[in-house]
């Protein structure tokens, strides 16, 4: 069946450097394609999303990217602060169904 | 603004019992779903209220079922609870003209013994 996924659970990166966050998607109905964070104790919290019809967008901070192509999203954060260690989730939706998260990826920021 | 509330915190029931979870939505927004989520997994889709009425609904069997109140508040009730119900409920609300940004409550964490 249809389902999003990621390619790592556990990321950890230097306070300072950027961050990789992988996610692999099946079905190419998805009109949106987004990104949450969800810290310890809290719900998620947007982040950014991304039309099916583009490639590329940046927020603070954040860029995602969409390769239809392989059917693949990535969230790049710049400059990673410790207030960035959290639980990354992607997610898409279709006009078909509300939102469908994957099983989400840890980061840890090392000072 | 206090955005998105929920409650209780946490809860603990027995088997075979009822549960009712209260949610209020962020202010002005008039969209409330329902997410569970299981430890170590991502948040799954349980329906959608919209003008009171349920709008989506995802892969949940009928034991649970919801209500959207006048003044955009929900309610989220598990019916003959299983040991499997054991989660973080997640209410989220948005406008309907909002495809993605879903303003999360912080949840509430159910256990089934």
């Known amino acids: 069946g249809e389902s999003v996924g990621l390619h790592l659970p556990t990321l950890s990166v230097q306070e300072g450097d950027n961050s990789i966050i992988n996610c692999a998607y099946s079905?190419?109905?998805?009109?949106?394609f987004i990104w949450y964070k969800q810290e310890s104790g809290k719900g998620p919290q947007f982040i950014i999303d991304?039309?099916?019809?583009?490639d590329k967008r940046q927020g603070q901070r954040v860029t995602v990217l969409l390769n239809k192509t392989v059917k693949h999203l990535s969230l790049q954060i710049a400059a990673t602060q410790p207030g960035d260690s959290a639980v990354y989730f992607c997610?898409?939706?279709?006009?078909?169904?509300?939102?469908?998260f994957g099983a989400g990826t840890r980061l840890t920021v090392k000072p | 603004d206090a955005g998105v509330t929920q409650s209780p915190t946490h809860l603990i029931k027995t088997r075979g019992q009822q549960v009712t979870l209260r949610c209020s939505p962020k202010?002005?927004?008039?969209?409330v779903s329902w997410y569970q989520q299981a430890l170590g997994q991502g948040p799954q889709f349980i329906f959608q209220?919209?003008?009171?009425?349920?709008?989506q609904r995802g892969n949940f069997p009928d034991r649970f079922s919801g209500h959207q109140f006048p003044n955009y508040s929900s309610e989220l009730n598990v019916n003959a609870l299983l040991l499997g119900d054991s989660a973080l409920y997640l209410c989220?609300?948005?406008?309907?003209?909002?495809?993605?940004?879903?303003?999360f409550g912080q949840g509430t964490r159910l256990t089934v013994v």
């Open positions: 989220a609300s948005s406008f309907p003209a909002s495809h993605t940004e879903a303003f």
């Open positions: 079905n190419s109905a998805s009109d949106y």
């Open positions: 991304i039309r099916s019809n583009m």
């Open positions: 997610a898409e939706k279709s006009t078909l169904h509300d939102m469908r």
């Open positions: 202010s002005g927004h008039d969209t």
């Open positions: 209220y919209y003008e009171e009425e349920e709008r």
